[in-house]
């Protein structure tokens, strides 16, 4: 029997379903949300988790068989009756910025107009270059597009800022002008790692399509997000890689005018099976530590998901 795999119907949802759907010889059901109908503002809708539940509603209505998300969308609270049942190999983790007449973050001229819907990005925007004229986005990558360089004065952009494995997907990142250094530019936690899920008790049906690697990565990062107690409401970068035998995870947590920001990271033996959780915890506690709690939302009552 053909899996049914459900995914959002935006042009970048579909991409990257389809890869999936390659994979396990599925069938692609495009699924429609309240999210994808309404230009609102995104955290008035409840975040980016809107999406997620038209799909998980799906999934448990036995509409489709699997569910493809951007990972970095969903809670990090366990979904009751479901599971992510693979995450493939990660794509590019960056974020990418695409600027009229090839500038850079550096070399925008003062004051350019520069789009983002993420409080992490404008914190970090603000952070890096106080000077900008920062707009509030919303729309799929070629609206947004659209906008840069524009003749409409109103709708001009001098520059956006995205995910580059979304552009990736696409086949749009010949809009880039530079791609952000994790380094320097953390980014969400799993941004550009897909999550594969299904009823609990068939992840059997899609566990070919694990990888291991970025399974670890990602469940490190948004550890942090999850100790925080934290979510869309907090500006937080978080990037776990390998290196030489060890895994190392890093996050950052910013003032959300980009004024103030705070750095943890640290790193332990990959072989061992707990990593991941362990370096979350290590990670997080130092951030309160440090002040968390008064620089950003972080705690009981913040939001739960992402751009």
């Given at each position: 029997?053909?899996?049914?795999?459900?995914?959002?119907?935006?042009?970048?949802?579909?991409?990257?379903?389809?890869?999936?759907?390659?994979?396990?010889?599925?069938?692609?059901?495009?699924?429609?949300?309240?999210?994808?109908?309404?230009?609102?503002?995104?955290?008035?809708?409840?975040?980016?988790?809107?999406?997620?539940?038209?799909?998980?509603?799906?999934?448990?209505?036995?509409?489709?068989?699997?569910?493809?998300?951007?990972?970095?969308?969903?809670?990090t609270?366990?979904?009751?009756?479901?599971?992510?049942?693979?995450?493939?190999?990660?794509?590019?983790?960056r974020?990418?910025?695409?600027?009229?007449?090839?500038?850079?973050?550096?070399?925008?001229?003062?004051?350019?107009?520069?789009?983002?819907?993420?409080?992490?990005?404008?914190?970090q925007?603000?952070?890096?270059?106080?000077?900008?004229?920062?707009?509030?986005?919303?729309?799929?990558?070629?609206?947004?597009?659209?906008?840069?360089?524009?003749?409409?004065?109103?709708?001009?952009?001098?520059?956006?800022?995205?995910?580059?494995?979304?552009?990736?997907?696409?086949?749009?990142?010949?809009?880039?002008?530079?791609?952000?250094?994790?380094?320097?530019?953390?980014?969400?936690?799993?941004?550009?790692?897909?999550?594969?899920?299904?009823?609990?008790?068939?992840?059997?049906?899609v566990?070919?399509?694990?990888?291991?690697?970025?399974?670890?990565?990602?469940?490190?990062e948004?550890?942090?997000?999850?100790?925080?107690?934290?979510?869309c409401?907090?500006?937080?970068?978080?990037?776990?890689?390998?290196?030489?035998?060890?895994?190392?995870?890093?996050?950052?947590?910013?003032?959300?005018?980009?004024?103030?920001?705070?750095?943890s990271?640290?790193?332990?033996?990959?072989?061992?099976?707990?990593?991941?959780a362990e370096?979350a915890?290590?990670?997080?506690?130092?951030?309160?530590?440090?002040?968390?709690?008064?620089?950003?939302?972080?705690?009981?009552?913040?939001?739960?998901?992402?751009?």
């Amino acid at each position: 029997m053909t899996l049914r795999l459900g995914t959002r119907a935006s042009a970048l949802a579909m991409a990257q379903a389809g890869t999936v759907a390659a994979a396990l010889g599925a069938e692609l059901v495009p699924i429609v949300s309240d999210g994808d109908r309404s230009t609102a503002p995104l955290a008035s809708l409840g975040g980016a988790g809107v999406f997620a539940t038209a799909l998980r509603a799906a999934l448990r209505a036995g509409e489709v068989d699997v569910v493809v998300h951007s990972y970095k969308d969903l809670p990090t609270a366990p979904e009751e009756g479901l599971a992510i049942g693979a995450v493939p190999a990660r794509a590019d983790a960056r974020d990418a910025l695409c600027a009229r007449d090839g500038f850079t973050l550096d070399t925008l001229p003062e004051g350019a107009r520069v789009g983002t819907g993420s409080p992490r990005r404008r914190a970090q925007l603000a952070a890096r270059r106080p000077d900008l004229d920062l707009v509030d986005i919303r729309g799929n990558i070629d609206t947004r597009l659209s906008r840069v360089g524009a003749d409409d004065t109103e709708r001009r952009l001098d520059a956006i800022l995205l995910a580059a494995a979304g552009l990736s997907r696409i086949d749009r990142s010949d809009a880039v002008t530079e791609f952000l250094p994790l380094e320097r530019w953390p980014t969400a936690p799993a941004q550009g790692a897909l999550a594969v899920e299904v009823r609990a008790g068939e992840e059997h049906r899609v566990s070919r399509l694990d990888h291991r690697p970025t399974r670890m990565a990602v469940d490190a990062e948004r550890g942090v997000l999850a100790r925080l107690e934290a979510g869309c409401a907090a500006p937080i970068g978080a990037h776990a890689f390998f290196d030489d035998g060890l895994m190392f995870l890093t996050a950052r947590i910013y003032r959300p005018d980009g004024s103030a920001q705070l750095t943890s990271a640290h790193a332990a033996d990959a072989d061992d099976p707990g990593i991941a959780a362990e370096l979350a915890v290590r990670v997080a506690d130092e951030l309160l530590a440090q002040g968390a709690a008064d620089l950003a939302p972080v705690g009981p009552g913040a939001r739960e998901d992402h751009e």
